[in-house]
């Protein structure tokens, strides 16, 4: 009994190739990775070519703390340019009436 030679190189390429998955399966059960489809997949090897493997978390190379009080310095800045020029629209002549004292 004899088989064709096609037939056992095709059963040799497919052990091969369940070898080789099963393979990358193992490896990404050690490395805690999750079964991800195909889409899931695509969207994680564009973000990792287009930001790299650990994107960064800050912005204008500040993070935490001071991030939050640049921000809160922003926010009250403009809060305050509101305040003040709606003050100033109403009373533009508050500084007007006020008396100069004379430099002698």
């Known amino acids: 009994m004899s088989s064709a030679v096609g037939d056992e190189m095709e059963l040799r390429r497919r052990k091969v190739q369940q070898d080789t998955e ?3 399966k ?3 059960e050690a490395a805690g990775e999750e079964d991800v489809d195909e889409l899931d997949k695509e969207y994680v090897e564009y973000f990792k ?3 790299g493997e650990n994107p ?3 912005i204008l ?3 935490g703390c001071a991030l939050f009080v640049l921000i809160y310095i922003v926010v009250a ?3 305050f340019t509101i305040i003040f020029l709606s ?3 109403r009373h533009r002549d508050i500084f007007g009436n006020m008396p ?3 430099l002698r």
Request: charged share 40%; aromatic share 8%; hydrophobic share 30%.
């Open 49 to 51: 070519k287009k930001y």
């Open 56 to 58: 960064r978390s800050d």
């Open 87 to 89: 003050m100033y629209a």
């Open 26 to 28: 193992e490896e990404a």
């Open 100 to 102: 100069i004292p004379s």
């Open 61 to 63: 190379g500040i993070d």
């Open 22 to 24: 099963q393979k990358k």
């Open 77 to 79: 800045g403009v809060v």
